[in-house]
Structure formats: C-alpha cells, structure tokens
C-alpha cells in the first residue's frame, strides 16, 4: 500500500496556474468560410481534440478564452468578431485558420479584410487553403506552449502601466562548455560556406 503522506511536491503557483489554463482552453468558433468545415473535423472524433481538454467549444464569449477565426472576414463581419473578442474575458488568445483569415487570401478586394490581425490580436496562424484538422491541432499545442511559457499571473487584474513578460519556464539552451546561455540569434544564423 501507498503512503502518500510522506511525499511532496513543490513547484510554482504560474507552472500550476499555467498548466490549468493550458490544458483546458475552451475555443470560440468563427467559422466565417469554408475553412469552418476543417474546425468541425478538428472537433470531431477521428482528431479527438479532447486530449488537448479543448473539446468544449463555448458560442457564449463571456465563457471562452480562445477565439479560432476560420475564413476570410469582411469588413462588415470585422465589427462583430471585434465585438464578440473584446466581450472575452482576460486572458484571452486567439487563432487565424487558413490563408484568409491570415492574409486575405485570393480575395484581394475592397470588401475583404487582408488578415484578421488587422482588428485582433492574433497569436497564431495556421497556413493552408483549407488547412488541415492537424495544423488546427499544432496551433492548438502552440497556443498551450506559449500560455505555459510566456503567461504569468502577475499579469492577471493589472491595470495603467504594462509589465514585462514572465520569464519562460524552460531552461535556457546551453553552450556547448556549459556556462552561459546561447542567445537566439547566434542558434538561427546562417553557416558559413567555406
């Protein structure tokens, strides 16, 4: 038999907090186009999206925190997806599914938006006319690593001034004796040809 009483765990309250939030996101669908039919399969069984606790899709804003705009927006529908996203409570994250949604798409016209992030704060895009039910699941994974990373609660109730993002939980990535953190730039330059 187990005796639990002699074990402990220690940890932080943002890791705790972050973790909750991450593995339970409850996504608003706006399904504005055709790329809503490729939300309805990410929803559905064969994808199983309920591993990510995500399966609860909320069409009330005030009880979501993920917004997944999914299809080209026009200007008029614009004003009431702003609407809706700003009737979300904080904290709140937000996805943009397919070419349109990202960048307009093939619709270079006067009534079309060019890329929703135009009036929302979007924190991923997913490539793809129409994009598959496994790029909604990788941006789903996106949206948790980056609340179990960059969240903090200290940002939670803050009100005037902005703070400065949480430091993310994940060790830095060392150089190769060890003693220092290797900054981002130096791992993502290009190799000289010699």
């Known amino acids: ?30 399904g504005l186009a055709c790329c809503a039919i490729e939300m309805m399969a990410f ?7 309920a591993r ?10 005030r009880q979501a925190d993920l917004m997944i705009v999914a299809g080209w927006c026009t200007y008029k529908m614009a004003h009431a997806i702003r609407r809706v996203w700003d009737q979300m409570p ?17 619709h270079r016209c006067y009534g079309v ?3 929703v992030d135009n009036f929302l704060p979007v924190d991923v895009y ?8 496994e790029a909604v699941l990788h941006a789903l994974m996106d949206i948790q690593e980056k609340i179990r990373n960059e969240y903090s609660v200290a940002q939670d109730y803050t009100y005037g001034e902005p703070r400065e993002a949480a430091p993310p939980a994940r060790p ?11 900054a981002r730039d130096v791992l993502h330059r290009p190799l000289k040809s010699t």
């Not at 187990?2 to 706006?30: I, K």
Request: some cysteine.
């Open 1 to 30: 038999m187990l005796d639990l009483r002699e074990g402990f765990l220690t940890t932080r309250l943002d890791v705790l907090l972050n973790w909750a939030r991450s593995n339970s996101l409850m996504p608003m669908p706006m």
């Open 43 to 49: 929803a559905g069984p064969k994808y199983d999206v």
């Open 52 to 61: 990510f606790g995500s399966e609860a899709m909320r069409f009330s804003p």
């Open 90 to 106: 904080d904290p709140k994250w937000c996805i943009a599914m397919g070419a349109c949604a990202s960048t307009g798409g093939m």
């Open 113 to 115: 938006v060019q890329g």
């Open 126 to 133: 997913i490539p793809g006319c129409p994009p598959r039910p």
């Open 172 to 182: 830095h990535v060392l150089s190769p004796e060890g003693e220092e953190p290797v």
